[in-house]
Nanobody
Framework: QVQLVESGGGLVQVGGSLRLSCAASGLPFGNYAMAWFRQAPGKDREFVAGISRGGTRTDYADSVKGRFTMTRDNAKNTMSLQMNYLKLEDTAVYYC???????????????WGQGTQVTVSS
């Protein structure tokens, strides 16, 4: 059974930082590209960042480029999203996702975590 478990969400002020983590089990982690998505109240879920199987390629939504950094540790079956200079509009539930290829994971991941809330306050 595939499980993706997010952690690290919380309340932070504008301009602050948070680090989200995702722990994966039940799948050959190194064989899957990974991604972060987010969903704000009243909005569709959107792609935030993706990383290739080996971690050599990353992709970011324009709204987070230069502020967010995604990494993975295949030895530990984990990945992270370092979020800096947070803005009010970054408030959302953040989801960890896994997909079989780097191209696919940003559009239609096969597996999802339950999500972790990130709230940015003024």
């Amino acid at each position: 059974q595939v499980q993706l478990v997010e952690s690290g969400g919380g309340l932070v002020q504008v301009g602050g930082s948070l680090r989200l983590s995702c722990a994966a089990s039940g799948l050959p982690f190194g064989n899957y590209a990974m991604a972060w998505f987010r969903q704000a109240p009243g909005k569709d879920r959107e792609f935030v960042a993706g990383i290739s199987r080996g971690g050599t390629r990353t992709d970011y939504a324009d709204s987070v480029k230069g502020r967010f950094t995604m990494t993975r540790d295949n030895a530990k079956n984990t990945m992270s999203l370092q979020m800096n200079y947070l803005k009010l509009e970054d408030t959302a539930v953040y989801y960890c996702a896994a997909g079989q290829t780097f191209a696919v994971v940003s559009r239609s991941p096969g597996y999802w975590g339950q999500g972790t809330q990130v709230t940015v306050s003024s």
